[in-house]
């Protein structure tokens, strides 16, 4: 029976998860506490949030590629079949929206004419042109994402609690370094 995720599973979990809950912060902070569009400081976040966030872009493909190759440890005998299906679904829409995020992100960027930088080294290649009716659907669509996306990290989080706290199962564990 396999019990742990690979080094290189954890690995990108961890790096991902860190890079998201950074990112979704800035972006917050910058969106919320920053009301000119005018400030330096605005700026500065929204283009540190872009150059990191890119990044996600390339984490999941290589992510997804372990994911696919790699099996995974098996859920524990005391999940129902039911919960079982339903937490491989959470997953999947998890991985859903966190692809969904820096995708809209860059369109949201290109549609108003700005790049999409990758880790202040290069911009990724301009897709679409300045197109205010596209901005006016990707900008509410970035920022509805934004929002169930971070439900959904938290809800990750608690279920990743529950496992370790009242099941005291082996799930949480299995994504932890040894």
Same mark, same amino acid.
């Given at each position: 029976?396999?019990?742990?995720?690979?080094?290189?599973?954890?690995?990108?979990?961890?790096?991902?998860?860190?890079?998201?809950?950074?990112?979704?912060?800035?972006?917050?902070?910058?969106?919320?506490?920053?009301?000119?569009?005018?400030?330096?400081?605005?700026?500065?976040?929204?283009?540190?949030?872009?150059?990191?966030?890119?990044?996600?872009?390339?984490?999941?493909?290589?992510?997804?590629?372990?994911?696919?190759?790699?099996?995974?440890?098996?859920?524990?005998?005391?999940?129902? !079949?039911? $919960? &079982?299906?339903?937490?491989?679904?959470? *997953? #999947?829409? @998890?991985?859903?929206?966190?692809?969904? +995020?820096? %995708?809209?992100?860059?369109?949201?960027?290109?549609?108003?004419?700005?790049?999409?930088?990758?880790?202040?080294?290069?911009?990724?290649?301009?897709?679409?042109?300045?197109? !205010?009716? $596209? &901005?006016?659907?990707?900008?509410?669509? *970035? #920022?509805? @994402?934004?929002?169930?996306?971070?439900? +959904?990290? %938290?809800?990750?989080?608690?279920?990743?609690?529950?496992?370790?706290?009242?099941?005291?199962?082996?799930?949480?564990?299995?994504?932890?370094?040894?």
């Amino acid at each position: 029976m396999n019990t742990s995720y690979t080094l290189t599973a954890k690995i990108l979990h961890w790096l991902m998860a860190a890079l998201f809950i950074f990112v979704w912060c800035v972006g917050f902070y910058s969106d919320h506490f920053i009301l000119s569009n005018t400030d330096t400081l605005r700026h500065t976040l929204i283009g540190l949030h872009k150059n990191i966030a890119t990044t996600i872009i390339f984490l999941f493909c290589i992510r997804l590629f372990w994911r696919y190759t790699h099996p995974v440890p098996d859920l524990p005998d005391t999940m129902s !079949p039911h $919960l &079982k299906k339903l937490t491989h679904f959470m *997953h #999947i829409c @998890l991985y859903i929206v966190l692809i969904m +995020m820096p %995708v809209t992100g860059c369109l949201l960027s290109w549609s108003v004419g700005y790049t999409a930088p990758v880790l202040y080294i290069f911009d990724l290649p301009t897709l679409i042109h300045t197109n !205010p009716e $596209l &901005k006016a659907i990707i900008k509410p669509t *970035h #920022i509805y @994402l934004s929002w169930i996306v971070g439900i +959904m990290v %938290v809800g990750h989080i608690a279920a990743a609690l529950k496992h370790h706290f009242i099941d005291k199962d082996n799930v949480f564990k299995s994504m932890m370094f040894k």
